[in-house]
C-alpha cells in the first residue's frame, strides 16, 4: 500500500447544528466550532468532518442543499468559513465537509428552471418521467416511505427521489450536470478544503427503464435500494468524480456506500479505489429490520464481534476503511453496542478502544468522547428527525401500540445522535443561551465536558490517552498499517485482536460479560499500554480480565 498523508489520522465529525451555539438562536455555528478547535485539538484529532452547513431549506437536516456555494446563514458566512479553515489550518488539523451529490433540495436553482420548463434542459438535469396508467412510473418506496416519484404540477410526468420528495434525484447520465458539481467540488478544494465525506453516493447510477420489483410491503411498493443493488455501471461515474476532482487535489475521501456488491471492495478503497477510504457500516447493519426499525433483529455480542472481526480480515487485503461507532445518521453507541449493565463509563472506555484501535482510519463523533447515551423520548413530537417519524409510522401501522413504537424509535432515532454536545452543567448543557433547535439530553448534568476536564480518571481523559497511544511515534506503524489478528475467539464474553508488523505485536482485549474472565496468555508481555482500569503490572502467565474491562498489551514478538 501506497503511503498516504492522511493513513495516520484521526477523524472527528461535527454536527453543526448540535455543537456549540455562539449567538444564542438555539442552533450551532461556525462560530462555535472555532471556539472549541483547541478542545478538538487536544483530543488527537488531526481530520475535522462538517455535516452539511450549505444553504438549505433544513427537510432533511442540510441534506436537501439549495446552493451548493452558499453558507447557510443559520451557521454563520464564508468569511467565518474560511476563518475556520485558517485557524484549523494554524493547529495541523484538516477541514472536510459533506458532499451531497446524488439529490438537492427542490429549492435548488436548478430545479426550480426544471418545473418552469418540464420539457426544457433543465428537466434533464433530473429524471422526469411519465406515469403508466395513472400511475407513478415505477413502484418504488423512498428511504423516508411513499413513492420516490411525486408529480410535475400542471404535466403528465413525475420526477424520482429516494429520499423526501423535497430532494430530487440528479441525473448523473447528463455530462453538463456533471460538470456542475465538479466546478463545484473543485471550488471548495481550491480554498482549502482537505476533502469530503461523501453521501448516499452509490445511489447516483439507476436502472434508465426503472423496473418494478416484487413488493415487499403492505403499501405493494418495493425498497428503492433494490435497484441500486440491481444496477451496474456506478464505478464508471465514481472514476470519472475521481480523476476530475479529488484526484487533482490529493483529497482525502470517504464514501457512504451501502449496497456494495461483495466483490467490489478492492474498486471502492486501496491505491486505486474511487475513494481513500469507506466506512464500515457492518456492525450497523446487524439491526436492520426486514421491514424497518420496528422488526430490527437483537444483535448478541459473538455476532457483533465476530462480524468486526471478520471484516477486518477482509478489508486489510485492499486498504484501510474508516471505522466509527456511531455518527449523525446512527443512535449513540454506548446504549446500542452495549448491555446495561455495560452502559457506564468503564464501558464507554471498553468500547472506545476496541474501536479505536482497530486497522483503519478511526472516526469519532461529537460527544462519543464523554460518553454521551441515547435520550429518552416520551413523545413523538419531542422529535425533528423526518426518518423516525417515518418509522414511529411505520411501527404503528405494523400492529405496535404508541409505547411500543416510541420504544422501538428510542432505540434507533438518529435524533440520539443529535441532541446538543453538554458542554457543562448549566442551563441547556452551555449549549446556548437561547432555546436548543433540539432537546437536551436530561442526563447533562452528570455526563459533560467541563465536569470530566477536571476528573483525571473520565471518559474523556481515557478517550486522550487512547488517542496518543495510536499515534505514538514506537507505535503508529503497527496502528496504521499493521494486520488485524482476531485472538481469544472461542471466548464467550471476549473481544481481542493482535495488531502486527514483522517487528511488533500489540494485543487489545475486552471483556464484556458480565463476570470476570480468565484466560492463558499465548505470548509474554512486555508492557502494559492502556488500561481502563489502570492497571499497569504485566500479567504473566494469565490474562483476568473484570466485567467490562479493556487492556492493551505489547507482547512480545
Not at 426486514?290 to 457483533?304: E, I, L, N, S
Amino acid at each position: 500500500m501506497t503511503e498516504k498523508w492522511w493513513h495516520d489520522k484521526i477523524a472527528y465529525q461535527i454536527y453543526p447544528k448540535s455543537f456549540l451555539d455562539s449567538n444564542g438562536d438555539g442552533i450551532g455555528d461556525l462560530r462555535g466550532i472555532i471556539s472549541k478547535l483547541d478542545y478538538i485539538k487536544v483530543l488527537g484529532i488531526d481530520i475535522i468532518w462538517l455535516s452539511p452547513i450549505y444553504k438549505s431549506p433544513f427537510v432533511d437536516q442540510g441534506y436537501d442543499i439549495s446552493d451548493y456555494y452558499a453558507i447557510a446563514e443559520e451557521f454563520g458566512t464564508m468569511e467565518e468559513f474560511d476563518e475556520l479553515l485558517a485557524e484549523a489550518k494554524k493547529r495541523n488539523m484538516h477541514i472536510i465537509m459533506d458532499l451531497v451529490i446524488n439529490h438537492c433540495s427542490d429549492k435548488h436553482e436548478w430545479f426550480q428552471k426544471a418545473l418552469a420548463d418540464p420539457d426544457g434542459e433543465y428537466a434533464d438535469y433530473f429524471y422526469f418521467r411519465k406515469g403508466k396508467n395513472g400511475n407513478p412510473p415505477s413502484n418504488y418506496r423512498s428511504y423516508f416511505g411513499g413513492s420516490c416519484w411525486e408529480p410535475v404540477p400542471g404535466t403528465d410526468k413525475y420526477y424520482f427521489h429516494m429520499f423526501a420528495k423535497e430532494q430530487p434525484d440528479l441525473n448523473w447520465e447528463n455530462p453538463k450536470l456533471r460538470q456542475e458539481l465538479y466546478n463545484m467540488i473543485n471550488w471548495w478544494l481550491e480554498k482549502g478544503l482537505a476533502g469530503f465525506r461523501i453521501d448516499a453516493i452509490i445511489n447516483i447510477k439507476k436502472d434508465l427503464a426503472f423496473p418494478d420489483y416484487e413488493p415487499d410491503g403492505p403499501d405493494g411498493m418495493a425498497a428503492c435500494w433494490k435497484m441500486v443493488e440491481n444496477v451496474d455501471g456506478v464505478g464508471e461515474f465514481l472514476e470519472d468524480l475521481k480523476k476530475n476532482t479529488f484526484q487533482k487535489y490529493d483529497a482525502f475521501t470517504v464514501g457512504e456506500v451501502f449496497n456494495m456488491k461483495a466483490d467490489e471492495l478492492g474498486q471502492f478503497i486501496g491505491d486505486n479505489g474511487h475513494f481513500s477510504t469507506i466506512f464500515d457500516f457492518c456492525a450497523h447493519s446487524l439491526s436492520d429490520g426486514a421491514h424497518g426499525w420496528y422488526d430490527a433483529p437483537h444483535v448478541d455480542f459473538k455476532t457483533w464481534r465476530d462480524t468486526i472481526l471478520s471484516s477486518q480480515i477482509n478489508v486489510q487485503k485492499y486498504g484501510l476503511e474508516a471505522n466509527i461507532i456511531e455518527n449523525h445518521d446512527e443512535p449513540r453507541g454506548v446504549s446500542r453496542f452495549l448491555p446495561e449493565y455495560a452502559q457506564t463509563p468503564v464501558g464507554a472506555k471498553m468500547l472506545g478502544t476496541v474501536n479505536i484501535l482497530l486497522r483503519g482510519i478511526p472516526f469519532i463523533y461529537q460527544g462519543q468522547e464523554i460518553g454521551m447515551q441515547n435520550e429518552i423520548w416520551n413523545d413523538i413530537h419531542d422529535y425533528n428527525d423526518i426518518s423516525t417519524i417515518d418509522q414511529y409510522k411505520l411501527a404503528r401501522e405494523a400492529g405496535l401500540s404508541d409505547a411500543e413504537a416510541l420504544e422501538v424509535c428510542g432505540k434507533m432515532s438518529r435524533d440520539n445522535a443529535r441532541t446538543p454536545v453538554q458542554w457543562n452543567a448549566q442551563a441547556n448543557a452551555g449549549f446556548t443561551t437561547g432555546t436548543p433547535w433540539l432537546k437536551v439530553h436530561s442526563d447533562y448534568k452528570e455526563i459533560n465536558v467541563a465536569a470530566q476536564e477536571k476528573y483525571p480518571d473520565s471518559v474523556l481523559n481515557y478517550y486522550r490517552k487512547l488517542t496518543a497511544i495510536r499515534k505514538a511515534p514506537e507505535y503508529k506503524e503497527v496502528f496504521t498499517y499493521g494486520k488485524t489478528v482476531p485472538a481469544y475467539q472461542d471466548s464467550e464474553t471476549i473481544m481481542a485482536y493482535y495488531r502486527e508488523t514483522k517487528s511488533q505485536r500489540i494485543l487489545v482485549a475486552a471483556n464484556f460479560g458480565r463476570e470476570a474472565v480468565s484466560t492463558k496468555l499465548e505470548y509474554p508481555v512486555k508492557k502494559v499500554l492502556l488500561s481502563n482500569q489502570n492497571r499497569t503490572d504485566c500479567p504473566e502467565e494469565m490474562l483476568k480480565l473484570d466485567s467490562c474491562e479493556v487492556i492493551v498489551l505489547e507482547c512480545e514478538k
